[in-house]
């Protein structure tokens, strides 16, 4: 479901979509013909696309040509295999590697190692288990999507965890093999996002000089935790702390109609009981080449999700030198680095945001200090580079890992 060519920010496209585009161009770079396999939704879309150089976006017919949310793409994967299978076949395509996002991929890739004898790693961007452990009956996924996983970390050659913490519950809830199991993380473009004079930013974007900024930007789904961030303004409003405003960009038109977005619907429901609802402004999607003006107009970037396998947005923000407070969990804790890029609060608890609000805004000198940590990391470990650097290693290491297995099967018979 993850296209290259989606429009980011709504409820199905996101970092995700990132990930798979960076990763596919960044791998092109390094000499790899890459073919991104994503499910049809419209006969107006070509086939096969001529996307940028050695990659190809190939649409797979599975399913009704229209778009389908991703909790109800499961029945159609066989189809989606089979429609994959043949276009391999009828095209003679010879693929040294396939390269699984999401649980639904991995299914795929699994059934398509069987009969073409194609090594498949899987990057999983969310567990089923885990989210039936926060949501319960609200994870609307089917609930085979659980042993789907756990047959896919078995038939997978390599797992990639995009943090500790998703190496940790891949082991604990799937009893993974920790020797299948590689940490790469998600990364970000340098030649999107750096920092920009935050007086041109604010000129463009109509915000006053000395106003004090946050920004969300993201998905806009429950699992995001907007509603935190939205109660965390409430909290500082009646406390008379500083004034600020909250910008939050995304969504899946420029309107955000709330009859048509049920998840805006309710966060301006809570902007109204929380008596922020002036203070709250729901920017709609912006192009990427916009973002980086609105992460570098903020004082600080708030990503307070409950689970969050990676988040790139962090990356992103603080590429453009802003500082984040994002929740203590999953891959935020490990790409900002507590006390030196930004700040780590539980998920949940806005009084312990607003508290963290107020105090670094607050402190100039220790903004100023966030800043300069955050750039000089974030470009030292996580640019798509560096990523694909990783992946292509893995790749190879893997490739002539089972060249070795079966040339040792082959003497044992």
Not at 15 to 43: C, I, M, P
Not at 142 to 149: D, S
Not at 342 to 359: S, W
Request: hydrophobic share 40%.
């Amino acid at each position: 479901h993850a296209s290259p060519l989606a429009t980011l920010g709504g409820v199905d496209s996101g970092g995700q979509n990132v990930y798979v585009a960076e990763l596919a161009k960044h791998l092109a770079q390094l000499g790899f013909s890459v073919d991104v396999y994503t499910r049809w939704e419209s006969l107006t879309e070509p086939r096969v696309i001529a996307w940028l150089p050695g990659v190809r976006i190939i649409h797979v017919k599975a399913g009704p040509l229209k778009s389908i949310a991703k909790e109800e793409l499961l029945e159609y994967m066989p189809d989606f295999r089979n429609d994959m299978l043949d276009f391999i076949i009828k095209e003679g395509i010879t693929y040294s590697m396939i390269h699984a996002n999401f649980f639904m991929s991995a299914y795929v890739a699994s059934e398509i190692k069987k009969i073409l004898k194609i090594p498949y790693v899987v990057t999983f961007h969310a567990l089923g288990h885990v989210r039936r452990i926060h949501q319960g009956d609200n994870d609307k996924f089917p609930i085979q999507r659980i042993k789907i996983e756990e047959e896919a970390i078995k038939s997978a050659d390599k797992i990639i965890a995009e943090c500790p913490q998703d190496r940790d519950d891949l082991m604990q809830y799937y009893d993974a093999n920790p020797s299948k199991i590689s940490i790469i993380p998600c990364g970000f473009n340098p030649e999107e996002f750096y920092p920009v004079s935050k007086s041109l930013c604010r000129s463009l974007l109509n915000i006053k000089a000395g106003e004090k900024i946050l920004l969300q930007l993201g998905r806009m789904v429950p699992r995001k935790g907007v509603d935190n961030v939205i109660r965390a303004l409430g909290r500082l409003k009646r406390n008379q702390a500083l004034k600020c405003r909250l910008i939050v960009v995304g969504g899946d038109s420029d309107c955000c109609d709330p009859l048509k977005h049920p998840e805006i619907l309710r966060l301006k429901s809570i902007a109204a009981e929380e008596g922020v609802e002036d203070t709250v402004i729901f920017a709609g999607p912006k192009e990427r080449s916009e973002l980086k003006y609105y992460y570098s107009a903020a004082d600080l970037f708030i990503t307070t999700p409950w689970y969050e396998p990676f988040g790139i947005t962090p990356l992103e923000a603080m590429a453009c030198g802003t500082p984040v407070i994002g929740a203590n969990v999953g891959g935020i804790k490990y790409s900002v680095e507590d006390g030196k890029t930004g700040f780590l609060v539980p998920p949940d608890d806005p009084t312990a945001l607003a508290e963290k609000v107020e105090e670094v805004l607050a402190d100039n000198l220790l903004l100023s200090t966030l800043k300069s940590n955050a750039v000089n990391r974030v470009n030292a470990m996580f640019t798509w580079e560096k990523v694909a650097l990783q992946m292509k290693q893995l790749y190879v290491k893997t490739a002539k890992s089972l060249v070795s297995t079966r040339q040792k099967d082959v003497r044992a018979a």
